[in-house]
């Protein structure tokens, strides 16, 4: 019944984003119609051009025809987002649908290797950390992990694009795999693609580790002073499994939602990363759209990271309880 | 000390040889002495009730029964263990780390207050028992066996209780469950740290009486520690009274609680509530226990005391100044004044059999 | 566990004949102290909040008195593109365009930081009044708030923000400041909601309720001082939030409205081919340093308040109340 009660909720969530979207094109200061006008007129067509003719482009392009009523376009909006249909872009004069999936695989390949790794270093390290607790390598390591996250990860790729491919030349600056390649299974073209991946990953892991291992460490530090750590020693249970399957198993659950939150940042943050490197992914394209006011692309775009993040956020809240056996569904208890 | 007898003389079979302990932290503002040479032994099969107030070193006596007392406090002394079946083994001879382990949960066991923190949140209580036979090489099979009988002698379901997880459990059941996994590997003793303080008193009741019927069935030796007098009144065979991190007080329960020597024993029964006394006859006990950096030279008890003098301030009584020859020893200089000086304001002690 | 709890000494409604009833001033005044200023003795204690309030300190001066100090940065300070510590006039170089960086770092300070307080202070208060009421209240109000909390988690920030940003286009540093935290609270909400969950149920909130106390009080007097650690380290959190989207928007180019930012500065070296020489590392570095040093002392002053989530350290520091706990076994 939970799964229900959040599924819904997730639809509602998701219809709530399309509604903001649907809010914004209209409300947005010379919005689609006007510009597409402007385009047509530069591009060299008639020095008038219909109204209607206007209202039909921009619903080819928008999905929305200005000339009807606000409820109507809101239906039609929404309906053809549902359907998959995005609009066409103006820029590219392709179909949004068509550009997004394209980019969107290479985004995902990005941030999944990324907050993989962001959590496994962080994880271990802060674990390490609680146990060594006191010692030298942990208080270096807290410096060190605190220093990494004060870092924009953006600034951390402006130092790398300077130091490791202008400077050093060792890794590309640019792209999401040699131009001259064709995207093939071979394995010249994987590791031309990994080679690309690997500074934009990088920026993203230095700087995002450190604030998972110190959670990470607070969590173990706070687990090991529990009884139950006590009585395991007592019962005779070996440091190593009590350092895994009770600190470790225990101190983990707390980060799930760091986790959860990671994703909805990294997906905002693909924006920025993939501007730097020039990687044509999700974020790529939204701030193209953005810069070039391609309303269309830029509404899909949006639309595709919330709907990825929503269904990361999903899945993620729906396996919590597989994991940790202590959460029941408890929903809100007796209103004050 | 000439031909006098001592309190550990009058334990035949010592299961447990206490000499000498004491437990310090180093804190900031001194050493702090939560056990100070305490002597004690521990007859096999009795049931011992150790009393005290909080902060009295009652948890650090029972830690130090499985040399497991909490970093960073450290214990000294010599405990000497005499197994049914085996060696007398040196407790504290920590040369040998598997010497320690293999005794601990094995032939001694413990059972903390707060039994649903005891377990692993994310495990089930059957892998809590599935675990604990497997490092120490039993038979799974034959003692998961032994576990569902143990579960249901303390009147649990036991594939019910298997399965749960701790906190899936009521106050009452996991106690009992932790008991059970106490005693699946058939230790002797079992040291018992205030199990009952966090149940309501019904469930306080049922569980004495369980354990007193585990005690008999399986032959146990029971080390009981509480706050709580009148709990273990019925279940000790013998008391033993702590305060200020010392043993004020040690006999067969009947004689110390009609008969105590030690006027602070003798406060604590006064102060102990009864339904049918009137209010302004209830007696709290007048100052607080000491700060275990700063304890008062001479007898600990004596600025609380109404019979305290020069003597009591000078010098501490051992625990054997009251010519223990029936087994009850009191440490207290005056023992002969005590019965006039600090009248036992019940009328009776009725002591249930 | 031993949380504060003050509503039951503020006995000024009833005037009993046995002691007097504390008056009004010292009541508040023992709020404050174990609310604000014990918490603050606890954090002042360990060395990390030490350093980082100096560090703090240190960019509020800039953006103070330094502005007053240092020339704001004009065309032709010094001749192009000198690297640092060669002039004195411009000790940290200069741009393509002969501008001090050293003048254009400082003169960056001042918007940032209101950015920063604008930003800060409104995702904390927002969230935590949102966290409270929501985690208190229960029933429909709470699903109600958190089904909008979640809405706000969902989309993504930074798009919004940018997607906002360009069709608003704001100039005004404390809106971009709020702009900027514009879905950032909703993580603090909910992290709020799950503590005042686990708070309400303890006793002596039970208590309060059956005295009759008005809701406000009971959040006010029981909640709010057991929920401060949490809001004191997500002011923190917000206001790095502020500093890395700003930054990263001025770099892009998305924002504008102010004269200078440490993010304009690394979009001009980025483009104008700083990173392609080492003449124009200085460009490029400078401006990094001063994000990563506002950053590394906030972070600083967040991990020294680690201590406050221990409730029994903060009851030790109160000078006010009573040091009650004895030696506990």
New interface residues.
Partial sequence: MYIVKRVGQALLTFVAVVSVTFALVRAMPGGPADFIRAKVMRSGGSDEISMSEINSLTETYTNIDPSTPMHVQYFNYVSSVLQGDLGESIWYNKPVAEILIDAAPWTIFLLSVSILLTFGIGIVLGAVMAYLEGTKFDGASTIGSMFLNSVPYYVAAIFMVYIVSIQLGFLPQSGRFDAALQPALTVEFVSSMLRHAVLPIVSLVITGFGGVAITMRGNAIQEIGEDYIRVAHLRGVPGRRIATRYVGRNAILPMYTNFMISIGFMFGGSVILEQIFAYEGLGYYLLDAINSKDYPLMMGGFLLISFAVLVCILVADLTYSKIDPRISDTGSREAY | MTMQQTHTAAVEDPIFEVRDISVSFDMDRGESRVLDRVDMDIQRGEILGVVGESGSGKSMFASALLDAVVDPGVLTGDIRFNPEDGRSVDLLDRSDDEDIKDIRWRQIAMVFQGAMSSFNPTMTIEEHFRETLSIHGYDVDEGMERARDLLSDLYLEADQVLGSHPHELSGGMSQRALIALALVLEPEVLVMDEPTAALDLLMQRSIIELIKEIATERDLTIVFITHDLPLVANLADRLAVLYAFEFVEVGPSDDVLTGAKHPYTRALLNATPNLDTPREEMRPIEGSAPDPVNVPDGCSYHPRCPLADDLCVREDPPLDSSDPTDGHAAACHHVERVPDEVPLTLQEVTVDE | MAEKNSSFSQSDDYASGAGKAASKEEIYREWVDMALLAPLRVAWNDWRTQVGSLIILFYVLMGTVGVALVDPPTEGQGPRLTTAFQDWSVPLGTNNLGESILSATVHATPPMLQMIAAGAVFSTAVATVIGTVSG????????VLT?LT??A????????I??LA??FNPTNPAVIGILLTINAWA?LA??IRSQV?SL??HSYVEAS?IMGAP?RRILKDDILPNIMPYVLINFVNSA?GV??GS??LY??G?LGGVHENWGIM?DGA?SNGA??SLKGLHW?TVP?IA??GI??G???FA?GT?KLFNPRIRARHAETVEDTA????
């Fill in positions: 208190y209240k229960g029933g429909a109000v709470d699903r089904t979640d809405i988690m969902t989309i993504p920030g930074l798009p919004l940018i997607l360009a069709m993580g909910r992290s969950l309400r149920d309720r809701t790095r500093i890395f930054v990263g770099y892009l998305l690394l980025y990173i392609y490029l990094m994000i990563v950053s590394f906030l972070v600083l991990q680690e004895p030696y506990q076994e």
